[in-house]
């Protein structure tokens, strides 16, 4: 590998690293407790940025899906019902406040209450 490839993954890799940390003092500071360190079926908040966001139908019924990310872990949003919400787009820091479950494998929030942040 050239020199020059590797010290653009390194800066890559420390600017990754820097930033997860960066969140993970965010949520903190906000009195937010860590995805990963969440419970299932407790009623938690949750503080991160949206990765994606996702309109995928559920049973028939619209849910807009969404994947939050704080530094450790990340967990799916969804809002079902939903099309389209204003302000809930990849990229957005958001505050979610709900309970956790777990479907397929994977940890779900259904229908949180949330808040746009910065």
Do not use: F
């Amino acid at each position: 590998m050239s020199d020059r490839l590797r010290s653009s993954l390194n800066r890559w890799a420390s600017t990754t690293v820097r930033d997860d940390r960066e969140l993970q003092n965010t949520t903190v500071q906000a009195g937010c407790c860590p995805i990963v360190e969440a419970d299932d079926r407790e009623r938690v908040s949750l503080q991160g940025v949206l990765r994606t966001v996702t309109l995928r139908p559920r049973g028939g019924v619209p849910a807009l899906e969404a994947e939050l990310y704080d530094g450790s872990s990340t967990i799916t949003v969804i809002w079902l019902g939903r099309r389209r919400i204003v302000g809930i787009e990849p990229g957005r820091a958001v505050k979610v406040e709900g309970r956790i479950g777990t479907q397929g494998g994977h940890r779900v929030m259904y229908n949180p209450r949330y808040e746009l942040r910065y």
